[in-house]
C-alpha cells in the first residue's frame, strides 16, 4: 500500500479545496468530505487492520500527522473567514456619526488674525533691517505725553482721548495712547543709532466705527542716525506698503501736525476694497489712512539727552487692525473684535 504518497495527495487536495472556499457553511462542507467518516482519511485508517503488526504503529503515526495537518489547514482557513465576516458586519452596522463627532470634539484653536498680522508685519520690517522692541501698555504722563513734547495743558493733548487710572496724582497714569512712549524708552537705552519696531495695543475713549476701535493695536517705527532725511522716511514707507499689500498698492504723504515730529505727514495706502474707486470704507476717496509719521521733533531728542545736531530720524506708527482690515478687504474693522465665528474661520 503506497500509503505516503495517497496521504500528501489528501493533504494537498484539502489545501486546494480551501483555497477557493467563500464562506463558512461551503468550508463546513468541504471539512466533513476530507475529514469525516466517507473521507479518504477515514478509509486510510481503517484499511490499517490489514497492514502487518509491525508496520501498523508508522503507518497509523503517519495516518494521525497526516489528518491533523488536514485539521491545521481548516482551522486557519475557518479563522480567515470568521474575520472577514466579523469585518462585513460592523461595515454593514455603522452609522456615520461625523456631524456628532465635529459637534462633540472642539477644532484646534489659532491665533487671531490680528495677532498674525502683527507677526507679518514684524516680519517685513526685520527683514529691513529693524528690531522689535516691547513697551507697557500703562504709562505715566512723562513717557506718554512730556517726553514727546506735549508738557501739561498743551493743546495738543486733546488728540487723544485718554483713559486715565486711579494711581498716583490724578491724571498722572493712563493706559498708553500710542505706541510712541516705547520710543523714548528705547532713545532713553543710550544706544544709537536706533532701527527699531515697537508693535502693542493702545486705549482710546473712541466710538466704534468702520475704520476705529477703542481698543487697538498699533506698531511703532524708530530711526535715528547720522544723516537721516524726510526722503528716507517716504521711501522707507512706500517700501512698507508694497512689501507687505503687494504690487499696485502704493502710499501717499499729506501734511499734518503731531507734536512729536516735525515736519509731520498722514500716510495713506490705496483702498484695498474698492482699489480707488471710492467705498463706505476709505469714504469714497479711494485712499485710507494708515497712521502718521514725520522726523523726530528735536524737543524729543533732547529730553533723552540725544544730541539733535549730531543725529536725525523720523518715526511713524499705524494701527495693526487697520492693516489687516486692508489686507483682507474687510469692511467693517468692528467684526474683529465681535467674535463671530462664522466670520472668523474665514480668515
Known amino acids: 500500500m503506497a500509503v505516503d504518497g495517497s496521504l500528501e495527495e489528501m493533504l494537498s487536495a484539502a489545501t486546494a479545496a480551501v483555497s477557493g472556499c467563500s464562506s463558512l457553511d461551503e468550508l463546513a462542507r468541504l471539512q466533513n468530505r476530507h475529514l469525516g467518516k466517507g473521507s479518504q482519511v477515514a478509509e486510510a485508517r481503517a484499511e490499517l487492520r490489514s497492514v502487518a503488526a509491525e508496520e501498523r ?4 503515526a503517519l495516518i494521525e500527522r497526516t489528518r ?3 485539521e491545521e489547514v481548516f482551522r486557519s482557513a475557518r479563522e480567515h473567514l470568521e474575520e472577514a465576516d466579523r469585518q462585513r458586519r460592523l461595515a454593514s452596522d455603522a452609522a456615520d456619526l461625523t456631524e456628532i463627532l465635529e459637534a462633540a470634539v472642539p477644532s484646534l484653536g489659532r ?3 490680528v495677532q498674525r498680522t502683527r507677526d507679518e508685519l514684524e516680519d517685513v520690517f526685520v527683514a529691513m533691517g529693524y528690531e522689535v522692541v516691547e513697551g507697557p501698555e500703562v504709562e505715566t504722563d512723562w513717557y506718554n505725553f512730556e517726553a514727546l513734547n506735549m508738557p501739561p495743558a498743551h493743546p495738543a493733548r486733546g488728540m487723544w482721548d485718554t483713559f486715565y487710572l486711579k494711581l498716583g496724582e490724578p491724571n498722572s497714569i493712563m493706559l498708553r495712547t500710542h505706541t510712541s512712549p516705547t520710543q523714548v524708552r528705547v532713545l532713553q537705552r543710550g544706544e544709537l543709532p536706533v532701527y527699531a519696531v515697537m508693535p502693542g495695543r493702545c486705549y482710546r475713549r473712541d466710538t466704534p466705527d468702520a475704520r476705529h476701535l477703542p481698543v487697538f ?3 511703532e517705527g524708530l530711526v535715528v542716525d547720522e544723516g537721516i532725511s524726510f526722503a528716507d ?6 517700501e512698507f506698503t508694497g512689501a507687505y499689500f503687494g504690487e499696485g498698492i502704493h502710499s501717499r504723504l499729506r501734511p499734518s501736525y503731531f507734536p512729536f515730529t516735525e515736519p509731520s505727514a498722514e500716510f495713506e495706502v490705496n483702498c484695498t476694497i474698492c482699489r480707488g474707486a471710492g467705498c463706505r470704507t476709505c469714504s469714497h476717496t479711494g485712499w485710507v489712512e494708515l497712521g502718521g509719521c514725520g522726523m523726530v521733533h528735536p524737543a524729543v531728542l533732547e529730553a533723552v ?3 539733535p545736531e549730531r543725529f536725525t530720524g523720523f518715526a511713524f506708527g499705524f494701527g495693526i487692525d487697520r492693516c489687516a482690515q486692508m489686507r483682507h478687504e ?6 474683529l473684535v465681535e467674535n463671530d465665528y462664522r466670520f472668523m474661520r474665514q480668515l
Open 68 to 70: 491533523a495537518a488536514i
Open 111 to 113: 491665533a487671531h488674525l
Open 305 to 307: 539727552d540725544v544730541d
Open 217 to 219: 493695536h498699533q506698531i
Open 233 to 238: 522716511l517716504a521711501g522707507t514707507i512706500e
Open 57 to 60: 504503529p508508522a503507518q497509523g
Open 330 to 335: 474687510i469692511a467693517d474693522m468692528r467684526v
